[in-house]
């Protein structure tokens, strides 16, 4: 059974930063992409990050230059650095996976971690 657990959440001042990790379990998952999405309070889950199987990297406008996906393959482990955070970037953000093959929407998804971004 496939298992995405996410850490890293907690209180940042705007302007800080925050790593975040995610956790993946039950199958390997070299030859999956890995997703970063997040949902602020009354809002849609948006994009925020993704690192395919192959290392590509695609970031959502609003955080490209301070948010960095990095996947250690070895661990089964995705990172998101996050840096010069914004109070409107407090949101629960959620670690995704899919298959590469898969040109679909992402299928796993780990239950997310709180981020709150104060001013």
């Known amino acids: 059974q496939v298992r995405l657990v996410e850490s890293g959440g907690g209180l940042a001042q705007a302007g800080g930063s925050l790593r975040l990790s995610c956790a993946a379990s039950g199958r390997t998952f070299d030859r999956y992409d890995m997703g970063w999405f997040r949902r602020a309070p009354g809002k849609e889950r948006e994009f925020v990050a993704a690192?395919?199987?192959?290392?590509?990297?695609d970031y959502a406008d609003s955080v490209k230059g301070r948010f960095a996906v990095t996947r250690d393959k070895a661990k089964n482990a995705v990172h998101l650095q996050m840096n010069a955070l914004k109070p409107e970037e407090t949101a629960i953000y959620c670690c995704?996976?899919?298959?590469?093959?898969?040109?679909?929407?992402?299928?796993?998804w780990g239950q997310g971690t709180q981020v709150t971004v104060s001013s």
């Open positions: 690192v395919r199987w192959n290392n590509d990297t």
């Open positions: 995704a996976a899919k298959s590469s093959r898969y040109r679909g929407h992402y299928y796993h």
